[in-house]
């Protein structure tokens, strides 16, 4: 709730401004806050986002309030979601009455995996990013995440006599939802899923020999080049009535270079 201001005390931000230039984005970026985040039916996840929120300012006002900025994010009490994301916009523009405004977020998320052969959990970490926009009456809510994962080179494999290089991968796939479908809501796990089942193997955080020996011949048997995760993933994005547009970059940390291989497809606007 906005706290009234001690008296006599002014509010220099409210003054006007001669050079009458409105400004596009002016806010606050870094701002580290304890959160919880629900994906899909699943229960909420304590985590710790990083928070960059901004609104436009108009020609004739001076400055923004940056409290209410802040303020915005401590008086979050319910567990923040994907679907969520409008309605933490449309508090934030309503708390600095403003017309045009944006929130964006990152922070580690967690899935418990089983290990392939021994069945042993291990917890997984993926960089997640979530954005709401609301620019000139249009508004657009996506979200990113990074998913790490096993490549082994198709042409490394054909010409060695034994062997082939590999290396782990970052697939970062950013999706922008049609209106919720609640029949079938865009989940974190689900695109973690098609990342890991395009790669030549997933990760674990945990793995006995037994399951080692299963990523290394599943890796072998499965050759990617970058240009086959992109193309993978963004076969089936194409085909998926729930995104209005999408982005598929991979980024392959070579074994045998000093640099990485890099695709990335982008479809939509």
Partial sequence: MNRPEAPGIPDVQSCSDARELA?????IRGLRYPMQFADGADPPQATVGSFNVYVALPAQQKGTHMSRLVAVIDEMRESLSLAGMSALLDTMLQRLDAE???????FPWFMRK???VSGVPSMMDYEVKLSADHTGG?????ATVVVPVMSLCPSSKAISDYGAHNQRSHLKLTVRPRPADDDEPVSLAKLVAIAEDEASCELYALLKRADEKYVTERAYDRPRFVEDLVR??????????RFDAFSVAAENFESI??????AE?????
């Fill in 23 to 27: 400004i596009d984005r002016v806010g």
């Fill in 100 to 106: 045009n405004g944006r929130i964006e977020i990152e």
């Fill in 114 to 116: 089983a290990a392939p």
């Fill in 138 to 142: 249009k508004r657009t809510i996506s």
């Fill in 232 to 241: 993978g993933i963004a076969a089936r994005m194409v085909s998926d009535s």
């Fill in 257 to 262: 270079h000093n640099h990485s291989a890099y």
């Fill in 265 to 269: 497809i982008v479809r939509g606007t």
